[in-house]
């Protein structure tokens, strides 16, 4: 069963390679204040969940770069996930706003804040 994961995981980051998405292309302020807005956002994934790709994928798309925390490997970002988000389910967003820390989980609604609440308020 681990052999099979793994071959999954090759293919899915094999076809995420080759159909990497294009970011959007913005003038040098806009992006700067897009990145302003995604510098308290990190990402706890594993490098080859599909979900966690999918969410890569529209960050991508999106040109957002925010901080990618691998959640898979025991160390500081799995326990602090454990600790603070309240379980080791990923993809996970950390959001901090107003000195207040928000866990988000599933992709569709890290995509859907992403794309509402970041990329599209500063178009």
């Known amino acids: 069963m681990k052999f099979v994961r793994w071959l999954l995981g090759r293919i899915i980051l094999f076809f995420d390679f080759i159909t990497t998405p294009r970011g959007v292309k913005r003038d040098a302020q806009l992006q700067a204040e897009i990145d302003t807005k995604t510098q308290n956002l990190s990402l706890y994934q594993f490098k080859a969940c599909p979900f966690c790709v999918k969410v890569r994928r529209a960050m991508k798309r999106n040109s957002l770069n925010i ?22 389910k990923v993809p996970c967003l950390r959001i901090e706003q107003d000195d207040k820390v928000t866990w988000l989980y599933e992709s569709n609604d890290i995509i859907a804040f992403l794309e509402n609440e970041v990329a599209n308020k500063a178009a």
């Not at 691998?70 to 988000?85: F, M, N, Q, S, V």
């Open 67 to 88: 901080e990618l925390r691998d959640a898979k490997a025991e160390g500081i970002h799995r326990e602090t996930l454990a600790a603070e988000g309240g379980k080791v």
